[in-house]
């Protein structure tokens, strides 16, 4: 199987990022105040805003919430494709780790698939990389943090490595 970057090359550049992210030397996604200088896009009940490395996106839905709890929509398929994300997704995966596990860096290489992930409960740190080749971007990264209480979402088309790193118990 062809590989964009050796085994090694993988767990070292995933671990450099985490660590980075962890000890505050390697930046995080960008702040607020920054975020908010980004071209946002407002569609129906979702915002979405683009990242630093084109494709990537991080996607905000509104929320109802109540003294009983809360309610929001994950996924509209007309919300996300007045966004610009003309998708219809076909598979849905969930997964459950302790704190500090470290998953990651997956991509497919003959089945690449676009990626929506959240978190339901706790909080992770959240990676893609750009493994487009002749992309501008190619090897960089760009990292969010997703947790049950903000509730973002994070868009990753294909030929993106991700993975993540469990912050909370």
């Known amino acids: 199987t ?13 671990w450099t990022v985490f660590n ?10 960008k702040d607020e105040k920054e975020a908010e200088q980004k071209k946002e896009y407002k569609m129906g009940k979702i915002k979405v805003t683009p990242c630093e490395i084109e494709g990537l996106l991080v996607i905000e839905t509104t929320v109802f919430g109540d003294a ?47 990626k929506l992930v959240r978190v339901i409960r706790g909080e992770v740190f959240d990676v893609a990389v750009d493994l487009r080749r002749g ?8 990292g969010v943090t997703l947790s049950e209480e903000n509730k973002k979402q994070f868009f990753i088309p294909k030929d993106f490595a991700h993975g993540f790193v469990v912050l909370s118990d």
């Open 2 to 14: 062809a590989h964009f970057f050796g085994a090694a090359t993988v767990k070292n550049k995933l």
């Open 20 to 29: 980075g992210y962890r000890t505050g030397t390697v930046a995080r996604c």
């Open 68 to 114: 009983r709890g809360y309610f929001m929509e994950t996924y509209n398929y007309n919300d996300f494709k007045e966004a610009g994300i003309d998708l219809q997704f076909v598979q849905d995966n969930q997964s459950a780790s302790k704190k500090g596990v470290l998953r990651g860096l997956h991509f497919q290489i003959n089945y690449p698939k676009d």
């Open 135 to 142: 992309s501008k971007t190619y090897g960089k990264w760009y």
